[in-house]
């Protein structure tokens, strides 16, 4: 199976910035969409960003110009670059990824989240 690790959340202050990194691990055969998503106390999970396996992303509306994904397909890494962050950016932010990886030697699809990592914009 697909493993995913979050890492580089943390506490800043509002205005900061703060980068995210979640690495895929396992018998990966291809990963096709690296996304992010991110939960507030008592909200629902919503997205943040998807970028395909052809790099181009996609972003909540509220967030654009604020917020940059990228991959690095070498070491299955997506990356979440966050700028002028501000209180409401508060929550676990997830990761997510779909693809497919080697399962007895043949491609099997996987849709994957990682447990989250938590960010903190303090006022």
């Known amino acids: 199976q697909v493993q995913l690790v979050e890492s580089g959340g943390g506490l800043v202050h509002v205005g900061g910035s703060l980068r995210l990194s979640c690495a895929a691990s396992g018998m990966i055969f291809s990963i096709s969409d690296m996304g992010w998503y991110r939960q507030a106390p008592g909200k629902q999970r919503e997205l943040v960003g998807v970028i395909t396996s052809g790099d181009s992303p996609a972003y909540a509306d509220s967030l654009k110009g604020r917020f940059a994904i990228s991959r690095d397909n070498a070491n299955h890494t997506v990356y979440l670059q966050m700028n002028s962050l501000k209180p409401e950016d508060t929550a676990v932010y997830y990761c997510?990824?779909?693809?497919?990886?080697?399962?007895?030697?043949?491609?099997?699809?996987?849709?994957?989240w990682g447990r989250g990592t938590q960010v903190t914009v303090s006022s």
């Open positions: 997510h990824m779909k693809g497919e990886y080697l399962s007895a030697g043949l491609p099997a699809g996987f849709s994957t």
